[in-house]
């Protein structure tokens, strides 16, 4: 058990920074907003996702759990934990773990913060509480964020809001575009927050959708 627990905790800490990656990298951005599209918090919402951003979590996880020799049972297991708190950490409560274990476990109110829509007075609300399980490398790196008050969840981006009028192939699909808008762009590899245009191609936050240049001051 000593040793999964050291397998779990870099586990969580690769987690942590491949999901900064999913937010940092637009072409990633592209695929892991469907994920983040989603308006009301629920405990299945943590599998409603891109097919294909699952598989490259997969494939970043599974390449690191052969870098350290984790056992394909030992992984399984890993994999388990982390799929069976997630799923707690996206219902929609307003339940925490008190000030003392909300500072080292990822809670539902905490991960709610995760998800919330971007406040424009607030930009780095979006980017913070990124862990799976452990909240701690979020205090670590300077991403944590406690005792906001609640706001409304989902990504305000119209051309990822839309998931939520589709249906499954439907909004996979629009996924897929979106990442292939960013892969063919130079816009889908600078890091940053990004929208995405009429074309599924990615611009800076705050520019025009069309045009992609900034807003007239």
């Not at 308006?39 to 598989?55: A, E």
């Not at 709610?112 to 980017?127: A, F, G, K």
């Not at 906001?148 to 249906?167: F, S, W």
Request: hydrophobic share 40%.
């Amino acid at each position: 058990w000593l040793k999964f627990a050291l397998y779990y905790l870099l586990f969580d800490f690769t987690y942590y920074w491949m999901h900064r990656a999913q937010h940092w990298l637009p072409w990633w951005w592209a695929l892991h907003s469907l994920h983040h599209s989603q308006r009301q918090m629920g405990c299945w919402c943590n599998d409603r996702g891109s097919y294909v951003d699952g598989l490259l979590q997969s494939v970043v996880l599974g390449a690191f759990g052969v870098v350290i020799g984790v056992e394909p049972d030992e992984f399984a297991l890993l994999m388990f934990v982390g799929e069976l708190v997630q799923c707690y950490s996206h219902t929609n409560v307003r339940f925490g773990f008190g000030r003392v274990f909300e500072r080292v476990f990822v809670d539902p109110k905490f991960h709610r913060l995760h998800h919330m829509v971007v406040d424009e007075s607030r930009p780095n609300l979006h980017n913070c509480n990124f862990g799976q399980v452990l909240s701690i490398w979020d205090q670590l790196f300077g991403t944590a964020r406690y005792g906001i008050a609640p706001r409304p969840t989902g990504v305000l981006d119209p051309m990822v809001d839309i998931d939520n009028e589709r249906g499954l192939v439907a909004m996979q699909w629009g996924a897929i575009r979106r990442f292939w808008g960013a892969l063919w762009s130079r816009a889908g590899w600078r890091p940053g927050d990004v929208g995405f245009g009429p074309d599924y191609v990615p611009y800076p936050s705050g520019h025009d959708r069309v045009t992609g240049q900034p807003p007239d001051r």
